[in-house]
């Protein structure tokens, strides 16, 4: 029997590839609650490595989800904030977080 489905554009494919993985939902819910610096994101998800954080925001940078400023001080400071399309994800967070907290 011949699938005639066309796999070529799903957009729940496209989504989980910008949202998949073990930790970007849980950053993206962290900084949904305003800018925070590198050490502010790894204290409220303890269980990242410092190495695995980073090659996740740089990700979450790529995709156009977060922002990163860099600010001209000493020492030097860095801040990681949702841009306009990943604060589009706001309510979806949201939504995620009623969901689980209606378990039985």
């Known amino acids: 029997m011949e699938n005639n489905l066309n796999h070529s554009y799903c957009p729940a ?3 989980i590839a910008l949202l998949g993985g073990r930790w970007k939902v849980i950053i993206l819910h962290v900084l949904s609650k305003g800018a925070r610096r590198f050490g502010e994101i790894n204290v409220r998800i303890p269980a990242i490595s410092r190495k695995v954080l980073t090659e996740q925001l740089r990700e979450l940078e790529t995709d156009g989800l977060i922002s990163r400023k860099e600010y001209k001080e ?3 400071r860095v801040e990681y904030a949702l ?3 990943g604060e589009s994800l706001c309510p979806l967070l949201a939504y995620i977080s009623a969901w689980n907290n ?3």
Do not use: S, W
Request: charged residues 35%.
């Open 13 to 15: 494919i496209e989504t």
């Open 74 to 76: 000493l020492p030097p």
């Open 83 to 85: 841009t306009e399309y």
């Open 102 to 104: 209606e378990k039985v």
